[in-house]
């Protein structure tokens, strides 16, 4: 009878053009089938780094059975076109696919929920179209894929039954973990990081027929949610999206919990001094030092204003233009 060999892991760290420094891409490799989990962006470094770690393990491109996207973010999914010329078939969650179009109508979509949003949250004229720039300058690092089989949580790997597809909404709303039930490793995406806390992106849900009149996520909370649901599972090795491979993952997510209470504490604090303010008054109070990168402090500030508004000790009231101003509620 055979037995069932665990696949090896193994981490390819990609040096990125962006702010974020390197993005990791993991081989999960057997006799039988190499899955590849990300791939960086389309920079020619980068995707020339890919292509030399791959070798390193014998692998060329043609030879990756399937490439398994754990989220949409560029500098994971926009070097998927490689493996996509040679015939190997792209994984990913349902929304995904709406990452993998760079110019096309999704992108349109979310300029526009931007541009709506941005305007409720009071950013002048000027720095609103910067913040919507600051989204589009990473399009640059993207190529057009496209997602030629559907995962959905609690199915497995065709090739590893052992390893579960796990839904990790919050740094990204389409987000998969991969789970191997047998050994406890997690190849975790960006949801959970060794030495930065994730920004829980606002995202636009998918649903509306424009950009323009889309409800948005309330991604923090759906992060912290997840992220006590990842708490409770015995994990052993976590693989991240960024920095090396870690252990600990409960007490990770413990602190994390507690720096973003601590975070809610001070914005609570900050809008009880400030009532009136609009979120983008809020958010660059709060980050006075992070003006070069809005379209991310307005996100995080969204986040905590959400959680403390769900708790009830906030409240809004919309302006006659629709800019949304910021009271506490007791
Ligand atoms: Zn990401």
């Known amino acids: 009878m055979l037995t069932a060999v665990q696949p090896d892991v193994f981490r390819l760290e990609l040096q990125t053009p962006l702010p974020v420094g390197s ?3 993991f081989v999960v490799k057997s006799a039988d089938a190499v899955v590849l989990v990300d791939c960086g962006l389309n920079h020619q470094p980068t995707r020339d780094a890919l292509v030399a770690g791959l070798a390193q393990l014998g692998v060329r491109p043609e030879d990756v059975t399937a490439v398994v996207l754990t989220h949409g973010h560029v500098d994971h999914v926009g070097a998927a076109s490689l493996f996509q010329e040679k015939d190997v078939p792209i994984y990913a969650l349902p929304g995904v696919q709406t990452w993998l179009q760079p110019g096309g109508p999704w992108e349109q979509y979310r300029l526009e929920f931007f541009d709506a949003l941005y305007r409720t949250m009071g950013l002048p004229d000027a720095i609103r179209e910067r913040a919507k720039q600051e989204f589009f300058l990473l399009q640059k690092w993207n190529d057009r894929s496209v997602v030629n089989v559907e995962l959905h949580p609690g199915e497995t790997l065709p090739w590893f039954p052992d390893y579960e597809v796990l839904h990790v909404p919050g740094h990204a709303q389409a987000a998969l973990a991969l789970w191997n039930r047998v050994t406890g490793e997690l190849l975790v995406g960006d949801q959970l990081l060794p030495h930065v806390s994730s920004n829980a992106f606002v995202e636009p849900k998918l649903n509306a027929s424009s950009g323009r009149t889309a409800d948005r996520t309330r991604s923090l909370l759906d992060y912290r949610e997840n ?10 090795t976590v693989y991240p999206g960024h920095g090396a491979p870690f252990q600990g993952a409960s007490e990770l997510i413990g602190q994390r919990l507690r720096e973003q209470e601590e975070r809610r504490a001070s914005f609570f604090e900050l809008v009880r001094l400030r009532p009136g303010a609009t979120a983008f008054e809020l958010a660059t109070t709060y980050f006075p030092r992070h003006l070069h990168q ?3 402090i307005l996100s995080e500030s969204l986040g905590y204003l959400d959680w403390l508004e769900a708790d009830g000790d906030v409240r809004t009231q ?3 233009t629709g800019v ?3 009271y506490s509620a007791h």
Do not use: G
């Open 294 to 296: 809005v379209s991310l």
């Open 318 to 320: 919309v302006d006659e």
């Open 23 to 25: 993005v990791n891409a």
């Open 324 to 326: 949304v101003h910021w």
């Open 227 to 236: 992220l006590r649901e990842l708490a409770n599972m015995s994990l052993t």
